[in-house]
């Protein structure tokens, strides 16, 4: 009996397996056409500074796929970096960005940015400063209204080629926030060697705002800490208005999330910043 019930276990354990391998090269299959097929495309979701005085949005790529649907950027962004299709895409995501924020720079009658979201892949094996300058000077956009968001483990890679990136971003006038921060395993000297003007706290320790006091203390001394740096602070995954007068109350500078505005299309985020431009 139990032989028998060891068995099937296995059976249903390769077959498991198996069907992982098929999803898998069935997503890496459909990620190879995605940019051929146009199925990618860019939304745009608000950020706010807790002043009210200026309105930005960071770039999210979404894919839909002709065969697999709607698939989200957690899942199929760590497969184009291990296939290095995340070039191709970042190019192209960096392109379209730009060349929105152009024509909502000009629109704008108060100060836009916009932000990107560049991964460690792109760092390594291209020259993104490089990149930028030539998609600055295709699309007309100012440096100073383009940030560029880098997770900490960029800044983890000690290499001279990161730095030079960075260095000559910087230069430019291009900002340079750390995603995710909080998260991950680098040490804090990284925010003296780099170029940096901004962090952004993970929206895990926004979450449990303002119950939890752990949260509490390590977002108030995020803050604190990022004040002295000179560093302004952008709380991602801000989702109610509880956590948004905390934030207000501890000096965030920026607040970005649901409470605001979950991430929009380019048309649904153009009336958005007209609509914030006629009542600012
Ligand atoms: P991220 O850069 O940290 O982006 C923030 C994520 O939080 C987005 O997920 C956004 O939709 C989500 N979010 C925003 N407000 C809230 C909120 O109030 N509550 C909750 N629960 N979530 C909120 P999304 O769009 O699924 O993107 C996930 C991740 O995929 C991004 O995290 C980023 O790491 C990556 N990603 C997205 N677009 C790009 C891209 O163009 N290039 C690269 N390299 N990575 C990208
Ligand atoms: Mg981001
Ligand atoms: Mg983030
Ligand atoms: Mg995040």
Same mark, same amino acid.
Not at 115 to 127: A, E, G, I, P
């Given at each position: 009996?139990?032989?028998?019930?060891?068995?099937?276990?296995?059976?249903?354990?390769?077959?498991?397996?198996?069907?992982?391998?098929?999803?898998?090269?069935?997503?890496?299959?459909?990620?190879?056409?995605?940019?051929?097929?146009?199925?990618?495309?860019?939304?745009?979701?608000?950020?706010?500074?807790?002043?009210?005085?200026?309105?930005?949005?960071?770039?999210?790529?979404?894919?839909?796929?002709?065969?697999?649907?709607? !698939?989200?950027? #957690?899942?199929?962004?760590?497969?184009?970096?291990?296939?290095? /299709?995340? $070039?191709?895409?970042? =190019?192209? +995501? &960096?392109?379209?960005?730009?060349?929105?924020?152009?024509?909502?720079?000009?629109?704008?009658?108060?100060?836009?940015?916009?932000?990107?979201?560049?991964?460690?892949?792109?760092?390594?094996?291209?020259?993104?400063?490089?990149? !930028?300058?030539? #998609?600055?000077?295709?699309?007309?956009?100012?440096?100073?209204? /383009?940030? $560029?968001?880098?997770? =900490?483990? +960029? &800044?983890?890679?000690?290499?001279?080629?990161?730095?030079?990136?960075l260095d000559s971003l910087r230069e430019m006038g291009v900002?340079l926030?750390?995603?995710?921060?909080?998260?991950?395993?680098?040490?804090?000297?990284?925010?003296?060697?780099?170029p940096?003007?901004?962090?952004?706290?993970?929206?895990?320790?926004?979450?449990? $705002?303002?119950?939890?006091?752990?949260?509490?203390?390590?977002?108030?001394?995020?803050?604190?800490?990022?004040?002295?740096?000179?560093?302004?602070?952008?709380?991602?995954?801000?989702?109610?208005?509880?956590?948004?007068?905390?934030?207000?109350?501890?000096?965030?500078?920026?607040?970005?999330?649901?409470?605001?505005?979950?991430?929009?299309?380019?048309?649904?985020?153009?009336?958005?910043?007209?609509?914030?431009?006629?009542?600012?």
């Open positions: 009996k139990a032989k028998e019930h060891g068995r099937n276990c296995f059976q249903f354990y390769t077959s498991a397996m198996h069907e992982n391998a098929k999803a898998r090269s069935q997503l890496e299959g459909a990620l190879h056409k995605s940019l051929i097929n146009k199925e990618l495309y860019v939304v745009y979701q608000p950020i706010h500074d807790t002043q009210g005085q200026r309105l930005g949005c960071e770039a999210l790529l979404r894919w839909r796929s002709e065969t697999l649907g709607e !698939v989200s950027p #957690v899942e199929f962004i760590p497969v184009s970096e291990e296939l290095g /299709l995340i $070039l191709a895409m970042g =190019e192209w +995501v &960096l392109y379209q960005a730009c060349s929105q924020a152009k024509s909502w720079y000009d629109k704008a009658c108060k100060p836009f940015f916009m932000t990107v979201n560049v991964s460690s892949t792109q760092f390594k094996r291209q020259d993104v400063s490089v990149l !930028v300058a030539k #998609v600055l000077r295709e699309t007309g956009l100012p440096a100073n209204c /383009l940030t $560029l968001e880098i997770t =900490e483990n +960029v &800044l983890a890679d000690n290499s001279g080629h990161i730095l030079r990136q900002e926030a750390i995603d995710d921060f909080g998260t991950g395993y680098s040490s804090l000297s990284y925010l003296k060697r780099f940096l003007s901004k962090l952004k706290i993970d929206k895990e320790f926004i979450r449990d $705002l303002p119950a939890d006091a752990e949260d509490r203390a390590l977002v108030a001394a995020i803050i604190s800490m990022a004040a002295n740096l000179n560093l302004k602070v952008v709380a991602e995954g801000v989702e109610t208005a509880e956590q948004l007068g905390l934030l207000k109350q501890l000096h965030c500078d920026f607040t970005q999330g649901f409470y605001h505005s979950r991430p929009l299309g380019a048309e649904d985020f153009e009336a958005y910043l007209m609509h914030f431009n006629e009542s600012h």
